[in-house]
């Protein structure tokens, strides 16, 4: 049995598909297949049931599949842990950027990786705060970024800012919200975000003392969404000030001058894992990038997660794979 065979295995798992599979792993559909055959011939088992609608793990793969994610991590680990003695650090790590790549520092957070580690392969994935939970502990991402509160028990959590929202409605609505107080404004269309993003919880709040919300709601769930509808006329809502600020300089939205909350900006990664050196080298330049010299504090972790980071400096040689994933 070889290594890519479990990583087929729990690939073909994951996306329960075979199609999707090979795309992911970059290989055909038949080689894939014949690697799935081989393994359960080896095993005397079989993972997973053909179905119509796709491959399902059987009763004995689902408790295959936890053991060959548990394996695949012991296996990184021991590459990382020699590497780590050899002042080199090598493999791959991919990180869940859940807004804008510009706004998260993805290129200076890339030169600083790639300085600091350059046989690491940085992978920035566009996800969201909901799903960004799941992919961590579906072995999808191995770190992430999130918007909001976090108590899963499985997560360390690292707050690292606290980011300034404001209330953007459209350039042409300047008369309608000029002096306005907030539950005037509730009479006007507003753009909202489903339940499951962070941004509703500061609907909630804006609305929490007593001001009826909004008659008129369109929703979606994506920021992209909120700015293109703002610009195209249809509603306020409630943006980062920075994309607020860029609204007003590109003349398609004027901000409300209230006050609105903020919201956290965090670093998650599965609790489990967080003493990977390789996450304890993002850990490091994440730090660097975004916490000032009080820091912030950390949840489910003791310590900073700083320790072992090869700090050598040489020529950026890493490489840099961005995907953009339907959100």
Not at 76 to 92: H, R, T
Not at 132 to 147: K, S
């Given at each position: 049995m070889e290594l890519y065979h479990l990583k087929t295995f729990v690939k073909v798992a994951q996306e329960g598909n075979l199609t999707r599979a090979s795309a992911a792993l970059f290989t055909s559909q038949p080689a894939i297949s014949a690697q799935i055959k081989a393994l359960e011939e080896e095993t005397g088992v079989q993972l997973f049931s053909r179905t119509p609608k796709g491959m399902l793990l059987t009763p004995a793969g689902q408790r295959l599949f936890?053991?060959?994610?548990?394996?695949?991590?012991?296996?990184?680990?021991?590459?990382?842990?020699?590497?780590?003695?050899?002042?080199?650090?090598?493999?791959?790590?991919?990180?869940?950027?859940?807004?804008?790549?510009?706004?998260?520092?993805?290129?200076?957070?890339?030169?600083?990786?790639?300085?600091?580690?350059?046989?690491?392969?940085?992978?920035?994935?566009?996800?969201?705060?909901?799903?960004?939970?799941?992919?961590?502990?579906?072995?999808?991402?191995?770190?992430?970024?999130?918007?909001?509160?976090?108590?899963?028990?499985?997560?360390?959590?690292?707050?690292?800012?606290?980011?300034?929202?404001?209330?953007?409605?459209?350039?042409?609505?300047?008369?309608?919200?000029?002096?306005?107080?907030?539950?005037?404004?509730?009479?006007?269309?507003?753009?909202?975000?489903?339940?499951?993003?962070?941004?509703?919880?500061?609907?909630?709040?804006?609305?929490?003392?007593?001001?009826?919300?909004?008659?008129?709601?369109?929703?979606?769930?994506?920021?992209?969404?909120?700015?293109?509808?703002?610009?195209?006329?249809?509603?306020?809502?409630?943006?980062?000030e920075d994309d607020a600020a860029a609204a007003e300089k590109q003349g398609y939205g004027i901000c409300w001058p209230g006050e609105v909350p903020e919201i956290a900006l965090n670093l998650v990664m599965l609790k489990q894992r967080s003493n990977e050196v390789a996450l304890q080298a993002l850990a490091t330049g994440v730090h660097g990038l975004w916490l000032d010299d009080s820091g912030h504090e950390e949840t489910g972790h003791e310590g900073t997660g700083q320790e072992g980071a090869n700090q050598e400096q040489s020529e950026p040689a890493a490489e840099v794979v961005a995907k953009r994933a339907p959100v």
């Open positions: 936890e053991q060959a994610q548990r394996t695949l991590r012991e296996a990184e680990q021991f590459v990382q842990q020699a590497m780590q003695l050899s002042d080199e650090l090598v493999g791959e790590l991919r990180i869940g950027i859940h807004t804008d790549f510009e706004f998260m520092r993805v290129g200076d957070l890339f030169r600083l990786l790639s300085s600091r580690h350059p046989q690491l392969v940085a992978h920035f994935l566009q996800t969201s705060t909901a799903k960004v939970f799941q992919e961590l502990r579906q072995n999808q991402v191995d770190a992430g970024f999130t918007f909001g509160p976090c108590a899963a028990a499985d997560m360390q959590v690292t707050e690292l800012a606290q980011v300034p929202m404001r209330i953007l409605a459209p350039s042409s609505w300047e008369e309608r919200i000029r002096g306005r107080s907030l539950a005037e404004l509730t009479q006007l269309p507003w753009v909202y975000t489903t339940p499951n993003c962070p941004f509703y919880k500061l609907f909630e709040a804006l609305f929490r003392h007593g001001e009826q919300p909004p008659s008129e709601i369109v929703w979606c769930d994506t920021e992209d969404a909120i700015r293109a509808l703002i610009r195209s006329g249809v509603g306020m809502s409630v943006v980062r």
